[in-house]
């Protein structure tokens, strides 16, 4: 899982993350709650993904903090 710090240089730096259903995105925006500290992260997904129909993916999601596995290891988002 990533880091708010983590997340916060890819956003600036605009690299790609993996989520953990596979996916490969860039984050867009980065929303806390407060008191309860709930994190959700918007992000920007490639739609061009093989096998996927197009009309079954959002190019823009809203994931929970905790989908964010890391940095992404292809350039593909």
Avoid at 11 to 16: A, G, K, S, V, Y
Avoid at 35 to 50: E, F, G, K, M, S
């Amino acid at each position: 899982m990533a880091t708010l710090q983590n997340l916060q240089r890819f956003m600036t730096e605009r690299r790609p993350v993996q989520l953990a259903d596979g996916r490969v995105a860039r984050v867009v925006r980065i929303d806390t709650l407060y008191p309860a500290a709930a994190t959700t992260v918007t992000v920007w997904t490639d739609l061009t993904d093989p096998g996927v129909p197009e009309s079954t993916r959002p190019g823009v999601a809203k994931v929970p903090l905790s989908d964010i596995v890391g940095e992404a290891l292809s350039n593909s988002a």
